[in-house]
């Protein structure tokens, strides 16, 4: 009897023991609580308080929104809706109407939420110039839509149309000839192409009578078969095709170019990117030449056969020339001479001009380099990628007889013949200023093979000399030239935008 009351005793005093650690268990438990809540409350403040001298909280509103404007210039529409959550500062900067002024109607959209989302932005963007981007479409739902927006025709600065068929934009054309558009500065049109030929009596020539109304019109973009003359304005002064494709057949492809081309009196921009062959290796002696009077680029991307339009175009303006070659020639060596030919005959003609000089990808002997520079009075730089230049060449820009005296900047890259001593030498002669001859303000090189580093110390003391590209080099953007489909391009101001990036986005 007494062990059981001693046990009794023992358990009585380790309950009560577990009971007042579980009091004390739950004092403590309380009071962790309590000073997680503390830390919370002043971790909360210090966000705030850091939130308030954070550059982003401590910009101007009109800053804020021209970060806003940049990112829906460049394809993000729903900027203002996905920077309103992120704070009242931003919420207030993102009600620019401006901000709202891209609209985008497209296949994909919800049908029973389109009308209401197409309203608010109008309604948000207030008074602002509209960029429309419209997918054609005869559904109910698209042309509520349209006659919602034809009501603020007068608001519109640019549109861009998608269409399945010509017949499609020829309906709709109908439809933009009854009002008028006193902003409207750039029409985008992109169309399908999967071959055969267009449809009788489809050939968009009412786009200029639908636009009639359209003082401000300068640019025209088209992304699909190369327009007719009679379809642009001849005030055009820049014309730019990419990744061509043509409705006639391919010994007329040249023909129909030149025809293009001559329809453009004022042109003063010229650019043709092409992954296809475009022009006969033979255009022809029974075509005419085309002058263009006021031409000052032109900017040829393809194979080296286009070179055959070269001696069709006459100028006596050019001051920038851009060759590139991305398919280089296989076959016999008379018709790379061939080519040579055509590009030595241009230059000698209508080089007198000419300030910039770009070869890439010419595999041309040193021969044909050499008698080129000869022509070239105000060459000012000269860019030679992928395409070799010998050390006579080099030599031929120093001494008394130099070629280029006003050549002031040189960019090689993958010229494998070309040394360093040979640079160096021909820098430091017309560092002196002997002869006349302007000196050489930067070298670029780049993968050339003869260049050795005590070369490039050498020149950088003599000038500035760059081992990598600049962000804006037609390397970094070689991409453009790859599409599936293509794109061709027309404006009349004085520089013709990357459209085709835009109206992707």
Not at 130 to 151: G, H, K, P
Not at 181 to 190: D, M, V
Not at 411 to 434: E, I, P, Y
């Amino acid at each position: 009897m007494a062990d059981d009351d001693k046990a009794h005793t023992a358990i009585s005093f380790h309950e009560a023991a577990v009971t007042a650690i579980e009091a004390q268990k739950e004092r403590l438990v309380r009071q962790v609580t309590l000073l997680q809540s503390r830390r919370a409350y002043h971790l909360s403040a210090i966000r705030y308080y850091k939130g308030l001298i954070t550059l982003a909280r401590r910009l101007p509103p009109e800053v804020l929104t021209y970060i806003f404007q940049i990112c829906v210039d460049l394809g993000y529409p729903r900027t203002p809706l996905n920077v309103s959550g992120v704070c009242s500062e931003w919420r207030k900067a993102a009600l620019a109407p401006t901000l709202w002024s891209n609209i985008v109607v497209d296949p994909d959209s919800e049908e029973r939420s389109l009308q209401r989302k197409i309203k608010f932005r109008l309604d948000r963007s207030g008074l602002a110039p509209l960029s429309i981007s419209l997918s054609l479409s005869r559904s109910a739902v698209f042309m509520n839509v349209l006659a919602m927006l034809m009501q603020h025709t007068h608001r519109w600065a640019s549109l861009y149309l998608t269409a399945e068929s010509l017949e499609e934009v020829d309906h709709f054309l109908g439809i933009f000839g009854r009002a008028s558009f006193p902003l409207l500065s750039n029409i985008g049109l992109r169309l399908p192409f999967t071959g055969g030929e267009v449809p009788l009596g489809v050939d968009l020539q009412e786009l200029p009578l639908a636009f009639g109304d359209a003082p401000r019109l300068n640019r025209l973009s088209f992304h699909a078969t190369i327009p007719q003359r009679g379809l642009l304005y001849e005030s055009l002064s820049s014309l730019k095709i990419t990744s061509l494709i043509l409705t006639t057949t391919p010994r007329h492809h040249d023909v129909e170019l030149l025809r293009l081309f001559a329809s453009l009196p004022l042109l003063q921009t010229l650019i043709l990117k092409s992954k296809i062959s475009i022009v006969d290796g033979d255009i022809g002696t029974t075509v005419e030449p085309v002058h263009l009077s006021q031409l000052r680029k032109l900017d040829i991307t393809g194979e080296m056969e286009m070179l055959n339009l070269l001696p069709f175009i006459q100028t006596e303006t050019l001051s920038h020339l851009h060759l590139r070659a991305v398919v280089h020639v296989s076959g016999e060596e008379q018709v790379q001479d061939s080519l040579a030919d055509c590009l030595r005959g241009f230059i000698a003609t209508q080089g007198h001009a000419l300030e910039y000089l770009e070869l890439h990808g010419f595999y041309l002997s040193a021969v044909h380099m050499s008698s080129y520079f000869t022509h070239l009075p105000n060459l000012r730089e000269l860019q030679l990628h992928d395409s070799d230049i010998s050390d006579e060449a080099i030599r031929l820009f120093s001494g008394p007889d130099a070629c280029c005296p006003k050549l002031s900047k040189l960019d090689f890259r993958w010229c494998g013949q070309v040394t360093g001593k040979a640079m160096v030498s021909m820098v430091q002669n017309r560092l002196r200023g002997s002869h006349n001859l302007h000196s050489i303000d930067e070298v670029t090189l780049i993968h050339c093979s003869f260049v050795q580093e005590a070369d490039v110390l050498d020149l950088a003391a003599l000038t500035i000399c760059r081992l990598v590209g600049k962000p804006d080099d037609y390397c970094h953007c070689i991409e453009l030239i790859i599409d599936d489909e293509g794109i061709a391009n027309a404006c009349n101001s004085g520089k013709c935008l990357e459209w085709a990036d835009e109206f992707e986005s």
